[in-house]
Structures are given as structure tokens and as C-alpha cells.
């Protein structure tokens, strides 16, 4: 007999109830704006300009598309939304938004961050997650080396970075032992204070170093529940297979695999490395193959939830909604310790709430950070939110639709 309720991501009343009438008609004007594509176009060109030039616009950003996409300037102002989401079972994953800068004192300095974000989301009771990038506390160039040099040896992924890592002059040596010094700093305090560390995925000729890493670190800190998870683009078509064989090191290793599966953020700077380069793209050919990978690793993880921790992270309806229909096809509660739904604060709300009303364990994605430093951001936002056909449509449909809900006696 099916106990699992049944989803409908149409629900806007749902959808929306932690909004006001006019937090509603002010995302309505967002989405709305972001639909003409020539004024994001302008808006991604004149933005980045005017705050490096110190024009007064950081009121204007704050007020429209920073409020909608953004937890805050600090930590401490996440408090807020962390606990208006938290009044209708959405919790949050925090998201320190600050582009990576070079350089030791600032590696040092952003593990510092990372650090802080853990210890501060302990003291939250709606806060289970954060998120790291590895290019936040190490140098891109040592990545992209290391990355060549595992490409040119053979064998499994830790036999290849091994090898790399031997092979390293004693100073790159010594500059990658203070990487891995960082990041097992950030999952030991991670794992001391229960907080789960979801490790950003990079580009392709950087990721090789950073799963090896990550991988480390989900055996020695894996080992009775899950405190790292490794982020899989199923837009790559080689990372179904890095899936399947990730989950074999695992059982091999007897750690749990943690996997947010997502479907991917760089198509277009890696099929022009690839084309400028002459090799193949390491991009599905279509986004046909994208959602049946995605779709066969979501069914991959829940038929092995035993050893695999998986986030659903994922705007696409059919994907979230197949991801419950194979809860119950293997007999599991929507709440099972090792799953969990996510999606970017300001974005498919008809996804995230829907779902916690249904009893699933779901967050939004809440990047923080200055205003200057979360740009780079907030300008992705926008030009993925530009296509009238994707995103922004299906936003503002779902928007009007319970406007209108909301006027009816």
C-alpha cells in the first residue's frame, strides 16, 4: 500500500506561503525583467563595471536581484531566511559565494572561512550542510599539473594520483601537503561538529586531483555516517562510470559515498577548451543524454542507499519527481537518512516546498557574501534565468498563478 502523499509541482499555494503579497509582486518584477534577455546582457556587462568603479548601485543590487538569490552580506544575516525556511521544513545549505584568490595567505584565510561557516551552521538547528570549493584554498595551476600528470598515468584514480603526487618537485610536493592539510582541517571540524561538507565540483582539467582528494577524505571520515560528498556532473559523459566506480572504492574502502548529484555548470567554457585544444568534449552530446545519465545515477544511488548518501540537487521536475517514485519503488521513507532534495535559494520554489510538504529531508542552496564579491554569482543567475522557454518562464507562470490564486475571495 503507497503512504507516500502525492507530489504536485503545480501547487502554488504551497510553493509560495512563505512569501508575502509583496515579496511575491517583487519577484514577479525580477523574473519578469530577467526575461528580456538585452537587458541582462546589459545588466552582466554594466554591473560588474559600476561596482569596481564605485558607483552608488549596491542599494539597487541589494533591493532586487541580491535579496532574491543571496542569504545576506554575513553569516549572521542568514539567520533570517535560515529561519523563515526553516517554519516550513526547507533547511539550508550555507554557501560562503566569494570567488577563490590566490595566493597562501588568502588559502589560509579561506579555510579560516570555511571553517567559521561550519562551527556557525553547528549552531543552527535548520543548517546540515555547507559547500567548499578546493580552488578557494588551492592554486589552479598546481590543480591543473597534477590533473596532466594523473591524465598521463594509468590505473584507478588513487593509483594515478599517487603516482602524480610522487612524481611532483619537492616544493609542489610540500604546496600540496598544505591543500591536504586544509581540507582535512575543514572535515575534521566538520565531522566533530555534525556538519556535512558538500565539495564543489571544478572543471575537467582540474577535477582529477580534487575527487582523488575528496575521495581521502570520505575514507577517513565516512566511515559511521556521512561527512563529505563529492559532487557528480552528469552533464560529463564519463561521470556515471565515476559514480559506479566511486561507490566500488567505497564498499572496497567500507566508507559511505556521499553524492551530490547535479547535472552540471561549465558546458560552454569546456566545449571551447576542448574545441580550441583539438580533444574530444568531455560534454554530453545532448541534454537528452544529460537527463538519462542523471536519471540512471539517481536509480544507481536508491537502489544502493545502503552504502551511497545521496542529494538530489536539481531544478528539473521529472528528476525530483522520479527520485521519490524510486523511494517507493525500493521501499524507502521520503525521510531517509540518506537522502536529500536541494535547490538555489530564489529559484523553484514549486520543487523545494512542494517536497517538504510531502515529508522530504530538502534545502535551498543559500550563497553569502559582500555584494561586490558575490557578483560573479549573481550574474550566472541572472543570464541562466534569461530564456523565456526555461527557468524564468516557469517561474513567472508559477508567480501569476498564485497571484491570481491569492486575489479569488
Keep these: 500500500m503507497n503512504s507516500h502523499p502525492l507530489i504536485s509541482f503545480d501547487n502554488t499555494e504551497f510553493a509560495f506561503e512563505y512569501k508575502t503579497d509583496k515579496e511575491l509582486r517583487k519577484a514577479n518584477f525580477l523574473f519578469s525583467s530577467m526575461s528580456h534577455s538585452w537587458l541582462v546582457n546589459m545588466g552582466v556587462k554594466v554591473t560588474p563595471w559600476a561596482i569596481k568603479t564605485g558607483l552608488p548601485i549596491n542599494g539597487l543590487i541589494r533591493n532586487t536581484i541580491f535579496s532574491q ?124 561538529k555534525k556538519v556535512g561538507v558538500l565539495v564543489d565540483a571544478e572543471e575537467t582539467w582540474i577535477q582529477d586531483p580534487v575527487d582523488a582528494l575528496t575521495i581521502l577524505m570520505m575514507d577517513s571520515f565516512n566511515k559511521g555516517r556521512v561527512v563529505v560528498y563529492n559532487t557528480i556532473q552528469l552533464y560529463r559523459h564519463d561521470r556515471l562510470k565515476f559514480l559506479i566506480d566511486s561507490h566500488e572504492a567505497a564498499e572496497e574502502r567500507n566508507f559511505i559515498l556521499g553524492a551530490k548529484n547535479v547535472r552540471g555548470a561549465y558546458m560552454e567554457k569546456e566545449r571551447k577548451r576542448a574545441q580550441e585544444k583539438g580533444y574530444a568534449s568531455p560534454i554530453q552530446a545532448n541534454k537528452e543524454s544529460t537527463d538519462r545519465d542523471y536519471n540512471k545515477a539517481l536509480e544507481f544511488c536508491i537502489s544502493h542507499l545502503e552504502r551511497i548518501a545521496l542529494i538530489v540537487a536539481t531544478h528539473n521536475e521529472h528528476s525530483n519527481l522520479y527520485a521519490t517514485q524510486l523511494l517507493e519503488k525500493y521501499g524507502y521513507p521520503f ?42 554569482y549573481l550574474m550566472r543567475r541572472a543570464q541562466e534565468n534569461t530564456s523565456v522557454k526555461g527557468q524564468t518562464g516557469r517561474e513567472l507562470g508559477l508567480i501569476k498563478k498564485e497571484l491570481e490564486r491569492r486575489k479569488r475571495p
Design 69 to 192: 538569490f543571496v542569504g545576506g552580506e554575513t553569516l549572521e544575516e542568514t539567520t533570517v531566511v535560515a529561519k523563515n525556511l526553516g517554519k516550513y521544513n526547507v533547511q539550508v545549505i550555507l554557501d560562503y559565494g566569494v570567488e577563490g584568490k590566490e595566493g597562501e595567505d588568502n588559502f589560509d584565510h579561506a579555510c579560516d572561512e570555511f571553517i567559521r561557516v561550519i562551527n556557525y551552521a553547528a549552531s543552527q538547528s535548520n543548517i546540515p550542510f555547507m559547500s567548499i570549493k578546493v580552488t578557494g584554498f588551492a592554486r589552479f595551476s598546481l590543480l591543473e599539473k597534477l590533473d596532466s600528470m594523473m591524465t598521463a598515468n594509468t590505473g584507478t584514480l588513487m593509483k594515478r594520483y599517487l603516482k602524480a603526487i610522487d612524481e611532483l618537485p619537492a616544493v609542489e610536493k610540500e604546496e600540496w601537503h598544505r591543500v591536504r592539510r586544509r581540507m582535512m582541517r575543514i572535515c575534521e571540524t566538520a565531522a566533530e
Design 335 to 376: 525521510n531517509h537518512p540518506h537522502i536529500h532534495f536541494s535547490q538555489l535559494y530564489g529559484m523553484s520554489d514549486n520543487i523545494t516546498f512542494n517536497l517538504a510538504h510531502a515529508g522530504c529531508s530538502v534545502s535551498k542552496y543559500l550563497p553569502f557574501g559582500p555584494i561586490k564579491d558575490v557578483i560573479p
